[in-house]
């Protein structure tokens, strides 16, 4: 199979590109055709070693030559089409200038049920009613960096395989195994029924330092609760938790972080506190099990 040029921004066969930052146009068209896209060929690679079934490719000119790896590597797998368009027709087709020069359409696969994703997890992020793409993006990142092994997301939380999403979680999210609550009041006893101690994140007054939480029974499997970013958590999840904790501030006049920072602290925490217990044969090191110290290259 071979590289296909293009140079009408309305052929059909690029309809899976249309009008990325349409949002409304973009959920309804990957809900109908069950696809997702991944920008820049970090993503696309990422995806593909995950195991996600590439639709088609679309590719610059400037950028054919520098990415002909990712190009011939689908191509020899003969299951999607690659497209090559100038900057103006992918300029035309996509809605904004695709700096990265690729992007990549994907077939989704069914999500699996809450049960499953937090079978034998012992950290697990749950997610309430976050709803911008970009921060559910960082908030992968995190999690998925530092060693989550689970996240859990409410009915109304945004879709973390929206082109935002994977955009900024730079693939992590093909790597976090995550599933959407059908309940959202109901769905916390799916963890306490397996044993999951459940932490809610906020700032208020009558909540601990997450590190004493941690600490005073660490190796339990928890669940930390992040809550949208206005409002944070609902009073119902606050009043299902098993404590309400906080990421201690040193004052000046600054009383909280924002969502995706608090996540990425929190997360630290939580791993360091729930992998106590020796890992599981094959499975990688947190960051801090090593004693040895970090080399940072030059310029990093």
């Not at 696309?44 to 990415?67: M, Q, Y």
């Not at 027709?89 to 992007?103: D, E, I, K, S």
């Not at 999690?143 to 859990?152: P, R, W």
């Not at 799916?190 to 044993?195: H, I, M, S």
Request: aromatic letters at 4%.
């Amino acid at each position: 199979m071979d590289a296909i040029e293009v140079t009408d921004p309305r052929d059909p066969r690029l309809a899976d590109y249309v009008g990325l930052r349409d949002v409304t146009l973009r959920k309804s068209l990957e809900s109908e055709h069950g696809l997702f896209m991944a920008e820049g060929d970090k993503v696309i690679r990422r995806a593909l070693r995950a195991g996600f079934e590439p639709r088609s490719l679309l590719l610059t000119e400037r950028r054919r030559e520098a990415l002909g790896d990712l190009l011939d590597g689908v191509l020899d797998r003969g299951d999607a089409p690659v497209y090559i368009v100038s900057e103006e027709v992918a300029q035309g087709l996509v809605g904004f200038h695709l700096h990265r020069g690729a992007l990549g359409s994907f077939h989704r696969r069914p999500l699996p049920a809450v049960g499953d994703v937090i079978e034998g997890a012992r950290s697990v992020v749950v997610l309430e009613d976050i709803v911008d793409h970009t921060n559910v993006g960082a908030i992968f990142r995190s999690a998925a960096g530092l060693g989550v092994d689970a996240a859990l997301l409410s009915p109304r939380c945004a879709d973390p395989l929206y082109r935002r999403s994977v955009k900024v979680s730079m693939g992590s999210v093909f790597t976090l195994p995550y599933a959407r609550m059908d309940d959202w009041r109901e769905g916390l006893g799916a963890l306490r029924e397996r044993g999951l101690r459940i932490l809610a994140l906020t700032p208020g007054e009558d909540s601990v330092p997450i590190g004493d939480a941690l600490a005073g029974d660490a190796g339990r499997p928890t669940a930390l609760l992040l809550g949208t970013e206005g409002d944070g958590l609902s009073s119902r999840w606050l009043d299902q938790a098993d404590a309400r904790v906080r990421i201690p501030m040193a004052g000046r006049d600054v009383d909280s972080f924002n969502v995706t920072a608090a996540a990425a602290i929190a997360c630290y925490e939580l791993v360091r506190c729930s992998a106590r217990e020796e890992p599981a044969a094959g499975a990688p090191s947190p960051p801090w099990a090593s004693e040895d110290p970090v080399s940072v290259p030059p310029g990093a």
